[in-house]
């Protein structure tokens, strides 16, 4: 059908190229954009607030605290500003963080929490995630930047396995010991953006 107008209007004086190069264009104008990645930290600076919601398995709330977070550049550039406030308590409920640029190009990053522990942070597919242990559990956070919400979730389980298996026969891991654990407990914070970047 497209190539029958095109003989016919080319018989009219329009040359095929140039009808082929306008419907490209117009189908090119007519496809959505592709959504670009946000950028870090750019597109992540800013205030911030939200609700903190922690749930145990299966979907038990356990409680919703309000909070804000402020994320800015520090004068020096090395580090950014990560203040969370819960619970409008800017005493009991203030968590002054930092977040030190390690290796920016690889995606290595730091949490300073002011009081000799740092954790390390790892971006990676536009998450800022880290793993660590407190005690006998296990945590991962993960940040994630979706247009103007940000969500901060945590998961943690106990590191005592509740099962311990070896494969056998395809598809088994070559034998080695698998162990699994059980997730104890979730916390999720949806947050949206208050005001643009501003300096810290």
């Given at each position: 059908m497209i190539g029958a107008r095109a003989r016919t209007r080319a018989q009219s004086g329009v040359p095929a190229r140039l009808l082929f190069c306008a419907l490209a264009l117009a189908a090119a104008i007519a496809r959505p954009a592709a959504a670009q990645a946000p950028r870090f930290p750019d597109d992540w600076l800013g205030d911030w607030?939200?609700?903190?919601?922690?749930v145990s398995a299966p979907d038990s709330v356990r409680n919703r605290i309000p909070l804000t977070l402020r994320i800015a550049r520090e004068d020096t550039g090395s580090a950014l500003t990560w203040r969370t406030v819960?619970?409008?308590?800017?005493?009991r409920g203030l968590r002054d963080y930092r977040l030190i640029v390690r290796d920016a190009a690889r995606g290595r990053y730091a949490t300073d929490e002011r009081n000799a522990i740092l954790l390390d942070e790892t971006l990676i597919a536009g998450s800022l995630?880290?793993?660590f242990q407190v005690g006998e559990r296990m945590l991962e956070s993960r940040y994630?930047?979706?247009g103007d919400t940000l969500t901060h979730d945590v998961t943690w389980w106990s590191t005592t396995p509740t099962?311990?298996?070896?494969?056998?026969?395809?598809?088994?891991?070559?034998?080695a010991e698998i162990r699994t654990f059980r997730v104890e407990g979730r916390q999720k914070a949806?947050?949206?953006?208050?005001?643009?970047p501003r300096a810290p």
């Open positions: 607030s939200g609700t903190l919601t922690t819960f619970n409008a308590d800017t005493v995630i880290s793993v994630t930047l979706r099962s311990v298996h070896r494969g056998a026969g395809a598809n088994a891991e070559e034998g949806v947050m949206t953006r208050v005001r643009g």
